[in-house]
């Protein structure tokens, strides 16, 4: 039987201890890792051994892998993303706050991320925390965002009229027609998360683009006023990478920023995600 450590973190997530994820997880083990990953909406694992194949093994226990459309594929493995910067490059992926694949009828459930090749120093994911954001909200900031839907697209991000396709990330961000080809989606400015069934803050910087049925300037002012509250420092972790380091994160519950501050270095990460489903209020 696996001896496993669940150490929660001060602002959002927990550390696993005592799981070699290659060697599999018993029953048991697993259902407390699941337990965790839906109270805490985010897991770091450290000092792991994953080959790609235990990578995909370990994603699939959770559901389906979600074949990413724009990231550049794992030449062996397609279920795997790669987030790779070249010393060369400028640009990272995943620069600015954002929750993955918000712009789906049927948001993504989490993200897998595996350490493969790291700099010697920079490179951190800041996480955030959206039961704590949600909590925060003054009454008045509740009351206002009940019943509300936001507007989420891919274009401005993904689509040919994206600012990558004008940078050193367009040979790692492919597939523009796709995303020209995606209808932007509605979800509920706060949902009743899946898992957990807490309530959790769901916009984000990076994907939401409105509020449904509102005119841009208030929405504008009242999203600013939510990523406030969803960005102070008592809900935000920052990850440091290790080699063997494994982050899993769920897309419902949290909001991430990798950093880009390790220019002229090496960067790369292997990611998975793994479909979720439609979200309700």
Request: net charge negative; aromatic share 10%; glycine share 10%.
């Amino acid at each position: 039987m696996t001896a496993l450590s669940i150490q929660p973190l001060p602002a959002v997530g927990a550390e696993v201890r005592g799981a070699q994820l290659a060697q599999g997880l018993d029953e048991a083990a697993f259902g407390r890792v699941r337990d965790a990953f839906a109270e805490h909406g985010l897991l770091f694992f450290r000092d792991q051994t994953l080959a790609e194949t235990d990578h995909i093994a370990f994603a699939e226990r959770f559901g389906k892998i979600n074949v990413n459309r724009f990231f550049a594929a794992h030449p062996d493995h397609p279920q795997i993303a790669l987030v790779a910067k070249e010393p060369e490059q400028k640009q990272n992926i995943g620069g600015g706050w954002h929750t993955d694949h918000s712009y789906d009828e049927e948001p993504a459930l989490g993200s897998m991320l595996v350490a493969r090749e790291l700099p010697p120093e920079g490179g951190d994911t800041w996480f955030a925390g959206m039961y704590a954001a949600y909590d925060a909200l003054s009454d008045e900031l509740k009351e206002t965002v009940e019943g509300l839907r936001a507007v989420h697209s891919a274009h401005h991000i993904f689509g040919t009229r994206a600012d990558v396709y004008r940078g050193d990330a367009r040979d790692r961000i492919g597939n523009a027609s796709a995303a020209d080809d995606l209808h932007d989606v509605t979800h509920p400015v706060v949902i009743r998360h899946p898992l957990s069934g807490r309530r959790a803050l769901y916009v984000n910087p990076g994907f939401t683009i409105g509020i449904a049925g509102w005119e841009p300037e208030p929405a504008k002012e009242l999203l600013g006023k939510l990523y406030r509250v969803a960005t102070d420092a008592r809900h935000v972790t920052r990850f440091r990478w290790e080699p063997g380091s494994v982050a899993f994160w769920d897309n419902r519950a949290t909001w991430h920023w990798a950093q880009n501050d390790y220019h002229g270095h090496r960067r790369v990460m292997h990611r998975i995600t793994i479909e979720g489903c439609a979200l309700g209020a």
